[in-house]
Nanobody, 121 residues
C-alpha cells in the first residue's frame, strides 16, 4: 500500500518561507511523477507544482512561478516544496500526490492527508 505523508506546514508571516516535505512509502518512488496541489476553504483543489520521475521536468502554476521550487530526492523517497515570498493567498491545505505521469489531479493515483499552510498578512 502506497502512503504519502506531508510535513512542514505552519503559520508564517507574509514574505516569509516554508519548506514542505512528502515521504512516500510502500511503492517505487523513483518511478512516480510527483506533484503538490492545494485547497483553500471554499475553493477547489488546484495545481501548484509537479516534477517528473527523474527530476528532469518541473512545472508550476503561474501564481507560484519564481517563488516556489519543487525538488525530489529519490534516495530518500521524498519530494519537497520550497516556498518563498509567501502571500496571504497562498494559505491552503497542501497535498502531495504521486502518479505515473504529470498532469491534472485526475492523473495522480495516491494522495497524502495534507498539511496546513497559513500566511498572515
Amino acid at each position: 500500500q502506497v502512503q504519502l505523508v506531508e510535513s512542514g506546514g505552519g503559520l508564517v508571516q507574509a514574505g516569509g518561507s516554508l519548506s514542505l516535505s512528502c515521504v512516500v512509502s510502500g511503492g517505487t518512488f523513483r518511478s512516480y511523477a510527483m506533484a503538490w496541489f492545494r485547497q483553500a476553504p471554499g475553493e477547489e483543489r488546484g495545481f501548484v507544482a509537479s516534477i517528473r520521475w527523474n527530476g528532469g521536468g518541473t512545472y508550476y502554476a503561474d501564481s507560484v512561478k519564481g517563488r516556489f521550487t519543487i525538488s525530489r530526492d529519490n534516495a530518500k523517497n521524498t519530494v519537497y516544496l520550497q516556498m518563498n515570498g509567501l502571500k496571504a493567498e497562498d494559505t491552503a491545505v497542501y497535498y502531495c500526490a504521486a502518479g505515473m505521469v504529470t498532469g491534472p489531479a485526475s492523473k495522480y493515483d495516491y494522495w497524502g492527508q495534507g498539511t496546513q499552510v497559513t500566511v498572515s498578512s
